[in-house]
């Protein structure tokens, strides 16, 4: 498998008044394989959006590395370089009416990366390719010439993904794309963005709150907690195995349908709320909900390692070189 991002240590900070820095990703490592979909999920507030936008540079990195394809994107890039960058990495957003200009008509609205990137020659070709790319989503040629209005949410969304589509990009960002739709909706959405990864190849960095929601669509998963990876495994090794007490909590949480199963298992129950990101718990940044917590959890960080092939983990449980006092 060849990789297509490798992130390394990558670190987000906010200054948010004199004194206090908001550190919204601290130190977060894993990569992603060309043609593959990998989750990310966490609770609000736990950095996973911030990630994705300081892969793609919306926002400036604060440390670490992002290896895109080779080339290490996370310093300075040059005009150019970032150019290319937009061209080659495209981000689909959780509320698709927000992220499309009212003013503008879809047809302008899908164009504008050709315009950009100077994809096309004559009007005729830019119109051909929307057109093309209207078809694409599931939409038609009339639709080129309304407004995001005149849409549905799951229509705007497609519109969303067809602007995204417009400059062939390799990698796609979504950060919560289905969140906002309704339930009847997101399958369909689902269902658009597999196809298009298997037509064309491309790699997804899918952003989701929920668990439930990425196992279908993802290869790989990994969570976050407090701007800090928590655990990283394939979909099924996450699910059926997972190490660390908040993925076992988050999926304790998710309904069972099978009333045995549901008796059986045995539910975690995470006390309190999320802390603040300004003042993050020292060593584990989840020990003040974790029911395994000891002393060393609050002096040590735990390590971000491979404890088995492809499955990653940071806790103290599952770290031989610590010892649990
Ligand atoms: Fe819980 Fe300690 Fe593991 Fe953190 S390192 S998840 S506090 S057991
Ligand atoms: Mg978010």
């Known amino acids: 498998k060849e990789k297509l991002l490798e992130v390394k240590d990558l670190k987000k900070y906010f200054k948010v008044s004199r004194n206090d820095t908001l550190k919204a990703v601290d130190g977060v490592s894993f990569d992603i394989y060309k043609g593959e979909t990998l989750g990310l999920v966490g609770e609000s507030g736990c950095g996973k959006s911030t990630t994705g936008r300081t892969i793609i540079r919306l926002y400036e990195p604060t440390a670490g590395q992002v ?80 407004y995001p209005h005149e849409f549905s949410g799951g229509q705007r969304q497609r519109i969303g993904i067809a602007r995204a589509l417009a400059v062939e990009p390799d990698f796609i960002i979504a950060d919560e794309p289905i969140s906002a739709l309704d339930v009847s909706i997101q399958a369909q959405v689902v269902n658009l963005l597999q196809e298009l990864q298997e037509k064309r190849g491309l790699t997804y960095l899918f952003i ?66 999320v802390p603040s990101p300004i003042n993050p718990p020292s060593g584990c940044r989840f020990r003040t909900r974790c029911p395994f917590a000891k002393a060393v959890c609050a002096e040590i960080r735990p390590n971000w390692h491979e404890v088995e092939e492809g499955h990653w983990v940071a806790c103290h449980l599952h770290d031989d070189s610590v010892t649990m006092g």
């Open 67 to 146: 290896v895109f394809d080779g080339k290490d994107i996370a310093g300075s890039l040059g005009t150019s370089g970032k150019k290319e960058l937009t061209r080659r990495m495209q981000m689909i957003f959780q509320d698709p009416y927000a992220s499309l200009n009212p003013r503008m008509m879809v047809n302008d609205i899908i164009a504008e990366g050709l315009d950009i990137h100077g994809l096309v020659k004559s009007k005729k070709e830019r119109l051909e390719r929307v057109y093309d790319l209207l078809e694409t989503v599931g939409l038609n040629k009339e639709h080129a010439s309304r």
């Open 208 to 273: 989701a709150h929920d668990l439930s929601m990425v196992k279908h669509i993802s290869d790989r998963v990994g969570v976050m907690y407090l701007g800090n990876m928590a655990e990283l495994a394939t979909s099924d090794e996450l699910y059926d195995h997972p190490l660390h007490p908040y993925t076992q909590a988050l999926l304790s949480a998710i309904p069972v349908a099978d009333p045995e199963i549901e008796r059986s298992r045995e539910r975690i129950i995470l006390k309190g709320d």
